[in-house]
Protein backbone atom coordinates (compact mmCIF):
# COMPACT_ATOMS: atom_id res chain seq x y z
CA UNK A 1 0.00 0.00 0.00
CA UNK A 2 1.89 2.80 1.34
CA UNK A 3 5.62 2.05 -0.24
CA UNK A 4 3.62 1.00 -3.69
CA UNK A 5 2.34 4.60 -3.67
CA UNK A 6 5.49 6.25 -3.11
CA UNK A 7 7.43 4.26 -5.49
CA UNK A 8 4.56 4.99 -7.52
CA UNK A 9 4.45 9.00 -7.15
CA UNK A 10 8.57 8.79 -7.11
CA UNK A 11 8.15 7.52 -10.83
CA UNK A 12 5.71 9.74 -12.24
CA UNK A 13 7.65 13.28 -10.73
CA UNK A 14 10.58 11.83 -12.18
CA UNK A 15 8.69 11.25 -15.42
CA UNK A 16 7.93 14.82 -15.33
CA UNK A 17 11.29 16.16 -14.29
CA UNK A 18 12.99 14.09 -17.30
CA UNK A 19 10.40 15.45 -19.50
CA UNK A 20 10.49 19.30 -18.04
CA UNK A 21 14.79 18.58 -19.07
CA UNK A 22 14.86 16.72 -21.63
CA UNK A 23 11.45 17.27 -23.55
CA UNK A 24 10.66 21.21 -23.73
CA UNK A 25 12.41 22.31 -26.33
CA UNK A 26 15.90 22.49 -26.00
CA UNK A 27 16.91 19.14 -26.92
CA UNK A 28 15.65 17.74 -30.47
CA UNK A 29 13.36 14.20 -29.37
CA UNK A 30 16.24 12.17 -30.33
CA UNK A 31 19.16 14.03 -28.76
CA UNK A 32 16.59 14.10 -25.99
CA UNK A 33 16.42 10.01 -25.61
CA UNK A 34 19.44 9.82 -26.01
CA UNK A 35 20.86 12.13 -22.95
CA UNK A 36 17.61 10.65 -20.90
CA UNK A 37 19.12 6.89 -21.29
CA UNK A 38 22.52 8.43 -20.33
CA UNK A 39 21.07 9.77 -17.11
CA UNK A 40 19.36 6.48 -16.42
CA UNK A 41 22.58 4.66 -16.73
CA UNK A 42 24.28 6.91 -14.10
CA UNK A 43 21.51 7.31 -11.97
CA UNK A 44 21.84 3.33 -11.76
CA UNK A 45 25.58 2.99 -11.21
CA UNK A 46 24.82 5.21 -8.10
CA UNK A 47 23.10 2.01 -6.84
CA UNK A 48 26.32 -0.53 -7.04
CA UNK A 49 27.85 1.28 -3.43
CA UNK A 50 24.59 0.00 -1.44
CA UNK A 51 25.14 -2.84 1.06
CA UNK A 52 22.77 -4.35 3.67
CA UNK A 53 25.00 -7.11 5.26
CA UNK A 54 21.86 -9.60 5.75
CA UNK A 55 21.01 -9.26 2.27
CA UNK A 56 23.74 -8.13 0.23
CA UNK A 57 24.31 -6.08 -2.43
CA UNK A 58 24.41 -5.75 -6.61
CA UNK A 59 27.44 -7.59 -7.13
CA UNK A 60 28.17 -9.49 -3.51
CA UNK A 61 25.90 -12.00 -1.52
CA UNK A 62 25.38 -11.29 2.08
CA UNK A 63 27.92 -11.81 4.58
CA UNK A 64 27.79 -15.23 6.73
CA UNK A 65 26.27 -14.97 9.78
CA UNK A 66 25.02 -11.62 9.64
CA UNK A 67 20.97 -11.45 10.64
CA UNK A 68 18.43 -8.43 10.12
CA UNK A 69 18.24 -8.12 14.40
CA UNK A 70 22.62 -7.81 13.94
CA UNK A 71 21.62 -4.76 11.38
CA UNK A 72 19.27 -3.07 13.38
CA UNK A 73 19.99 -3.59 16.42
CA UNK A 74 23.42 -1.99 15.75
CA UNK A 75 22.14 1.80 16.52
CA UNK A 76 21.52 0.60 20.42
CA UNK A 77 23.52 0.43 23.01
CA UNK A 78 22.92 -2.44 25.38
CA UNK A 79 21.53 -0.63 27.96
CA UNK A 80 18.97 0.17 25.82
CA UNK A 81 18.49 -2.99 24.79
CA UNK A 82 18.29 -4.42 28.52
CA UNK A 83 15.80 -1.10 29.02
CA UNK A 84 13.31 -2.54 25.99
CA UNK A 85 13.92 0.71 23.96
CA UNK A 86 14.84 -1.31 21.16
CA UNK A 87 12.16 -3.91 21.64
CA UNK A 88 9.68 -2.60 18.73
CA UNK A 89 12.92 -2.37 16.31
CA UNK A 90 13.20 -6.61 17.19
CA UNK A 91 9.74 -6.93 16.54
CA UNK A 92 10.53 -5.54 12.92
CA UNK A 93 14.18 -6.93 12.52
CA UNK A 94 11.92 -10.12 13.06
CA UNK A 95 9.64 -9.66 10.95
CA UNK A 96 12.28 -8.63 8.24
CA UNK A 97 13.61 -11.94 8.58
CA UNK A 98 10.56 -14.13 8.24
CA UNK A 99 9.81 -12.28 4.66
CA UNK A 100 12.80 -14.27 2.95
CA UNK A 101 12.20 -16.64 0.62
CA UNK A 102 11.60 -19.73 2.42
CA UNK A 103 15.33 -21.46 1.66
CA UNK A 104 16.78 -18.18 2.96
CA UNK A 105 15.06 -17.64 6.43
CA UNK A 106 16.72 -18.06 9.70
CA UNK A 107 15.28 -20.10 12.45
CA UNK A 108 12.78 -18.82 14.11
CA UNK A 109 11.33 -20.67 18.01
CA UNK A 110 7.28 -19.90 18.39
CA UNK A 111 7.74 -15.97 19.39
CA UNK A 112 8.81 -15.49 15.56
CA UNK A 113 11.86 -14.82 17.21
CA UNK A 114 15.30 -15.39 15.35
CA UNK A 115 17.55 -18.18 16.70
CA UNK A 116 21.17 -17.70 17.08
CA UNK A 117 23.04 -19.59 15.00
Given at each position: G????F??A ?16 A????LG ?10 V?LL ?16 K ?18 E????S ?20 M ?9
Amino acid sequence: GICAGFIGAGGNAGSVVTQAIFFKGAYTTHLGITYMGIMIVAVTLLVIPVYFPMWGGMFCGPKKGVTEADYYLADFTEEEKEAGVASSILKFANEAASERAAVNRPAMDQDNITLPK
